[in-house]
């Protein structure tokens, strides 16, 4: 049981380090929540994580567990687990001496040692593994050592670095599903940092997203993918990508416009306050290819028309992309649109899930 | 009708006491984009080396426009091979790469200069002609190493897992990209690949492959549809589809499929009208993919096909709830319903298979018999 918080963590790396500065750090995470840290490769998931486990000294800032400042513990005293993308089993040691081992570490009397691996062992259901050696684990049994072996330390919180970035997309998935039940089961907190939007969405109770070592935006999963606060975080959550255009803000007669080469767009009754928001006359239009229609005619003239430039099923729905002069926008229809090559078809975008950012900062505006 | 480009003719290959590819027969038309698509260790890696050259298959016979490859060796065999990391010169301009080929078999210079703007002009290169290759961004990489195939004018394309080593925004950009050139360059193109979803994304037909074994061979909206086995539904589509084990029974005229524990019921008789009599009060797998689940979470009658949330995964414009069946706790069913109210876990719910959608598999055979 732990809560975990980070005061204005800052730490620069300097020269070629695998990883990344952080610049002022603020996470309150509360107990027994699943957070999830989601951001790009080098983005300062990873330092972030080491700053909790005091892998890393610190520059500035302080670290708390449980309301206690652990910014100068030592990492063996602060009783947290760490759970890393290469797992980092030791080969030549059985499942079972694997599991064991932060035990021994610690110098556990060893019926003790015996009874907590039993234990966590019953929980996973890893009996037919604890006299084999890793060699012979798949790698969703890898991954289920590497968890026992967090767990029998019996530690205040886990934290876990893209723990299955090496497995398969099959195994992924129903590795995702059995953490997220395992989770709950323990009433302990997780701290999950992966590159992987899908996999934050689904686990996280919720989301951090970060970016150039800052924290961009902590939020719900669904309220994060609803109300992205900046174009970053738009682009870092939803799958296909959300779609950004650079428009500019026109009057024409009593209509408010956002206008661009390849469409224009009547905002008059949805965002009539974008003047006096908007720094600037030009701004980033953002819009989900799940938010915008498509028709095989014109519905009114604010449709846009625009040709089939690729298509990609997928089964349960198709990503469609289409050109309006040199701009692609994507869009995600139904699996039984039919359609040809260079066609032409109408695109309107849900004006009520229209986004808009700042040309500058890339902040939203609405 | 296109005519056959390539063709595999029950082509075998053997390791020692590994069949790694078992009597394979694929017809390829030209100007096809074709994926070759299953787990490792399907097959589909030698099937590739066998097309490249690489490997010679123990029987059966390769036929490239009408004339048996087998044992030619790759280089005088008219495809060309992209592979993963693209294997071009960091430190040369995109100019040297494409003209690199040429170069070592000394062709006349005018000639080699007329068909590498030819081919830049293909690829949509030109304008990065003098530009270093290790400074492009993936998808003129992706272009380049096309290009610099494309050069000695193959009149197949084999590609593989070019996208794997890409983070997943890209992934998609380029998979687009890359099924746009292909259309516009008109190029029979083999992809081979394990990710189903960029299978389903690239390919005018998709060849499925399982130990060896070729599974099914189908447009991939069909493969989807109407897989042909247990293997080829779970393989396809994410979420992964549903399987539950039931009875199938005749009872007063009606044909009615029942979860092992009676935990629901339904009246398949419309369905299941073609399933032969043998079926009948025997097990039966049903198959129904997340999509064709609905769940009802607000107004509950309070009666059958009960359910509680084990989990909730909101995915943006859409979300995936796992929930087991009342008095079936072992039946985990997903399904992928669109985000309103988040339920919470431990609620209950209705939930409704679309009965126009689901699967029977014989769970003997591993046969789809609808």
Redesign the interface.
């Known amino acids: 049981m732990a809560t975990i918080k980070l005061d204005n963590v800052k730490k620069r790396f300097r020269g070629d380090r695998d990883l990344c500065s952080i610049h002022g750090i603020n996470l309150e995470i509360k107990d027994s929540e699943f957070f999830c840290l989601v951001g790009p490769s080098n983005s300062g998931k990873s330092t972030t994580l080491r700053a909790i486990a005091g892998l890393v000294p610190l520059d500035e800032g302080r670290v708390y567990i449980d309301e206690v400042d652990v910014t100068n513990i030592h990492p063996g005293k602060r009783h947290i687990a760490m759970l890393f993308e290469t797992l980092a089993l030791y080969p030549n040691r059985t499942g079972y001496e694997n599991i064991a081992s932060p035990l021994r570490t610690r110098k556990t009397p060893s019926d003790e040692i015996q009874r907590t691996v039993a234990e966590v062992v019953s929980l996973l259901g890893l009996e037919h593994l604890l006299n084999r050696l890793p060699s012979t684990f798949s790698g969703g049994e890898r991954q289920r050592v590497a968890i026992a072996r967090a767990l029998v330390q019996r530690p205040r919180a886990y934290l876990l670095d893209e723990p299955m970035g090496a497995l398969d997309a099959r195994l992924r998935l129903s590795m995702r599903g059995e953490l997220k039940r395992l989770q709950r089961d323990l009433g302990q907190t997780m701290v999950f940092a992966t590159h992987d939007q899908e996999q934050a969405m689904s686990l996280g109770d919720r989301i951090a997203v970060i970016g150039g070592g800052v924290i961009q935006q902590i939020d719900a999963p669904q309220e994060i993918y609803l109300k992205p606060k900046n174009n970053f975080v738009a682009k870092t959550i939803g799958k296909p990508q959300m779609n950004f255009f650079e428009c500019g803000i026109a009057n024409e007669g009593t209509k408010l416009l956002l206008v661009n080469p390849a469409f224009r767009i009547d905002i008059t009754s949805f965002k009539p306050d974008l003047p006096g928001k908007a720094k600037t006359n030009s701004v980033i239009v953002g819009i989900r290819p799940t938010d915008i229609d498509m028709s095989d005619q014109e519905e009114s003239q604010d449709w846009i028309p625009a040709k089939v430039h690729i298509s990609e099923p997928l089964g349960n729905k198709q990503i469609l992309d289409f050109k309006v002069r040199d701009l692609v926008i994507r869009t995600v229809v139904r699996p039984d649109v039919s359609y040809k090559l260079d066609e032409t078809k109408w695109l309107n975008f849900k004006k009520e899930r229209l986004h808009v950012f700042d040309k500058e900062t890339g902040i939203s505006i609405l | 009708m296109s005519r056959i480009k390539l063709k595999l003719d029950r082509i075998t290959k053997v390791f020692g006491d590994l069949i790694a590819v078992n009597d394979l027969c694929v017809d390829i038309f030209d100007n096809e984009f074709v994926c070759i698509l299953g787990?490792?260790g399907c097959g589909k890696t030698t099937t590739l080396n066998m097309l490249s050259g690489l490997e010679v298959p123990t029987s059966g016979n390769i036929i490239l426009d009408d004339k048996v490859i087998n044992k030619l060796p790759p280089q005088k065999r008219d495809i060309g091979l992209i592979f993963q990391d693209y294997a071009l010169f960091e430190n040369m301009n995109v100019y040297e790469n494409l003209a690199f080929s040429m170069r070592v078999k000394r062709k006349p210079r005018d000639e080699v200069d007329s068909k590498v703007r030819e081919v830049a002009q293909a690829v949509e290169v030109s304008h990065i002609l003098k530009k270093n290759y290790g400074s492009l961004n993936p998808g003129e990489m992706q272009r380049v190493a096309i290009g610099r195939t494309m050069i000695s004018e193959p009149s197949v394309f084999l590609l593989d897992e070019p996208l794997d080593n890409l983070?997943?925004?890209m992934r998609?950009t380029m998979?687009?990209?890359l099924?746009?050139l292909q259309?516009d360059l008109g190029k029979t193109m083999i992809y081979v690949t394990?990710?189903?979803?960029e299978a389903?994304?690239?390919a005018d037909r998709i060849v499925v492959m399982e130990q060896g074994l070729l599974q099914q061979m189908d447009t991939?909206?069909d493969i989807?549809n109407h897989p042909v086995n247990r293997f080829v539904a779970g393989f396809?589509?994410?979420?992964?589809m549903n399987f539950i084990t039931c009875k199938l029974e005749s009872i007063s005229g009606k044909l009615m499929l029942s979860s092992l524990k009676g935990s629901f019921s339904m009246d398949i008789s419309e369905v299941g009208r073609h399933l032969y009599e043998g079926t009948i009060q025997k097990e039966m797998i049903l198959g129904i993919?997340p999509?064709n689940v609905s769940v009802n979470i607000d107004d509950l009658n309070g009666e059958k096909r009960g359910a509680r949330i084990?989990?909730v995964?909101?995915?943006?414009?859409e979300m995936?709830l796992?929930v087991a069946l009342e008095g079936d706790p072992d039946n985990v069913i997903r399904a992928?319903v669109d985000?309103g109210r988040?339920p919470s876990?431990g609620e209950r719910i209705e939930i409704i298979f679309h009965q126009d959608k689901i699967h029977m598999i014989d769970p003997l055979s591993e046969e789809v018999l609808i």
Do not use: C, F, N, W
Not at chain 2, 194 to 197: A, K, V
Not at chain 2, 236 to 240: A, D, K, L, M, W
Not at chain 2, 313 to 317: D, H, I, K, Q, R
């Open positions: 787990p490792s983070d997943a925004d998609v998979r687009a990209e099924k746009r259309k394990h990710d189903q979803e389903m994304s690239l991939p909206q989807y396809i589509g994410t979420p992964p993919r999509e084990l989990r995964e909101p995915l943006g414009p995936v796992e992928l985000p988040i876990v």
